[in-house]
């Protein structure tokens, strides 16, 4: 006969409660039901637990023994899966992110806030990476979850799209090319160009396209920050080449915004997560709200 939890509840409950009536009241059950279990529990220890007597149910030897381990351990185990209980209603748990710079600025911040107003005890711990490190981090486990370009990485990633954006020119203060709708990639190539450094994946998918058009560009500015090539444009330095996700995109109202083409530059922007582990609550969570902001245009396709 197993030996199962219930039965054990059933014992802990006799024994604090000191009757069979009234531990079955405090149990929801009938007291031939609780007798049962507890007539169980004792087959599968092959150990007689628990006395009827005039005064009540008094432990046997065994029982006693039973019981001084028994109530901490199941003690543990309400703490244990009153917590689990709060992670599944979201009361409670952290989402470990690793994402691209431009979308951590971007639609990231409105879809914490959203997370926050929804269920404001769960925690988000952001880390910026471009799109090799991203992929690294969830990984490795250091994240649950990753937001990045696709890398065809294999099959120990999942990868669900996201949202496209399109490479966008942010042109200085009365440039010429503003009177234009959308700004052909030779033209640029004439341009003082601000572009981000080399290892990041819009500064790849920029270096493609010039190529692939029989252009080799240089820049005349690098940065890390999308926000310090915002700046030097803004000085009449040149023109950035900026992902239309970026925030910094719809900061900055002195400098013109046209897209660029033809053919227009496109990434997809990605979900990135292990295919053996299932993301934490707190991480889907986090995954809805970032969806629902993407429905309600935080992300320019």
Not at 44 to 54: A, F, H, Q, S, V
Not at 161 to 178: K, Q
């Amino acid at each position: 006969m197993a030996i199962t939890l219930k039965g054990l509840r059933a014992f802990s409950t006799v024994l604090r409660s000191g009757s069979f009536t009234r531990a079955a009241g405090l149990l929801h059950i009938t007291q031939p039901a609780l007798t049962v279990q507890i007539r169980q529990l004792e087959e599968g220890l092959g150990l007689r637990l628990l006395d009827r007597t005039p005064r009540g149910a008094e432990p046997t030897a065994a029982g006693r023994e039973l019981a001084r381990s028994l109530d901490p351990l199941l003690q543990e185990l309400d703490v244990t899966i009153a917590g689990l209980q709060d992670l599944a209603a979201r009361r409670r748990g952290v989402a470990r992110l690793a994402v691209l710079p431009s979308v951590a600025s971007g639609l990231l911040p409105a879809a914490i806030a959203r997370l926050h107003a929804r269920h404001p005890d769960l925690e988000v711990r952001v880390r910026e990476a471009v799109t090799g490190q991203v992929y690294e981090l969830v990984r490795s486990g250091q994240v649950d979850i990753g937001i990045a370009t696709d890398l065809e990485p294999g099959p120990e990633f999942l990868l669900q799209p996201l949202f496209e954006d399109r490479i966008m020119a942010m042109l200085p203060p009365g440039h010429a090319m503003a009177a234009l709708r959308e700004i052909p990639l030779p033209a640029l190539a004439r341009e003082r160009l601000l572009l981000l450094e080399r290892d990041s994946s819009i500064r790849r998918l920029v270096d493609h396209a010039f190529a692939q058009a029989g252009h080799i560009v240089s820049p005349a500015q690098e940065a890390v920050h999308t926000g310090t090539l915002v700046s030097m444009a803004r000085a009449g330095l040149g023109i950035v080449l900026l992902p239309s996700s970026a925030a910094e995109i719809g900061f900055v109202p002195q400098l013109a915004v046209r897209p660029v083409g033809a053919p227009a530059i496109r990434r997809t922007v990605s979900l990135v997560r292990r295919s053996d582990r299932s993301p934490p609550v707190a991480a889907v969570a986090l995954v809805e709200d970032i969806r629902a902001v993407i429905r309600l245009g935080g992300a320019t396709a």
